[in-house]
């Protein structure tokens, strides 16, 4: 089974520019779900999708990150304009039941993003 | 919102020896509490996992144990080996509200060969 694919691998860019992340789920997961991690920190989530819906965006800065899952299977994670803090590595994760079931996340490889 | 409290951040054991990480969580409700492993480069891999049903859980080498009461967990690691080596992860979940997982900070273990 493959695994849960994201793209770039790396990025880097200076502040104010912007930036966009892949993922693809594994295939067959519902939900689906983006993490920050900064360095020395454990994973933080952003958003969190069920389908093409989102469940959870409560600690999405909104004023600057957006999210997509417009067919319920790939997402893009975008960032504009990019501030120094928002380097890190981004997750993205999916899981194959609903919401209220205990099931594994299983995470890519994460983007490395650095902002100069 | 929950909290997860992970310690220590750094552990060096030796081959062989037994390796031991403690979290606390915040929020009495929290019901899931999986272990991720990950390596330098790679995205957290879950290596067990405990439901708030449960107080033991054993895998091979590894273990989990909960104490709802003082609201902490504790991942076990015995017959530690060089492949051990990365960063450990605890995490909290209310899975009856989306699996919202809150990680701890994570712990760095180091098996010396």
């Known amino acids: 089974e493959a695994g849960v694919a994201q793209s770039p691998r790396y990025k880097i860019i200076e502040k104010r520019q912007s930036v966009a992340f892949w993922c693809n789920p594994i295939?067959?997961?519902?939900?689906l779900y983006w993490y920050q991690q900064i360095l020395g920190q454990g994973p933080k989530l952003l958003i969190q999708f069920q389908n093409n819906g989102v469940v959870d965006d409560s600690q999405l800065p909104k004023d600057r990150f957006s999210a997509e899952r417009l067919k319920g299977v790939d997402s893009t994670l975008k960032i504009q304009p990019a501030k120094l803090e928002d380097s890190a590595v981004y997750l993205c994760?999916?899981?194959?039941?609903?919401?209220?079931?205990?099931?594994?996340?299983?995470f890519g490889p994460g983007t490395r993003l650095t902002v100069l | 919102g929950e909290n997860v409290e992970q310690h220590p951040s750094t552990l060096s054991v030796q081959e062989g020896d037994s390796a031991v990480i403690k979290c606390t969580y915040s929020?009495?409700?929290?019901?899931?509490f999986p272990w991720y492993k990950q390596e330098l480069g790679k995205g957290p891999q879950l290596i067990i996992d405990i439901r708030s049903n449960v107080g033991e859980k054993k895998d091979q080498r590894i273990a989990v144990t909960l104490n709802k009461t003082a609201k902490h967990f504790s991942l076990h690691i015995t017959e530690t080996q060089p492949e051990d080596s990365a960063v450990y992860f605890c995490?909290?979940?209310?899975?009856?509200?989306?699996?919202?997982?809150?990680f701890g900070p994570g712990t760095r273990l180091s098996v010396l060969p």
């Open positions: 295939s067959g997961h519902a939900t």
């Open positions: 994760a999916s899981s194959s039941l609903g919401v209220s079931s205990y099931n594994e996340q299983f």
């Open positions: 995490a909290a979940s209310k899975v009856d509200y989306g699996q919202n997982f809150v």
């Open positions: 929020d009495s409700a929290s019901n899931y």
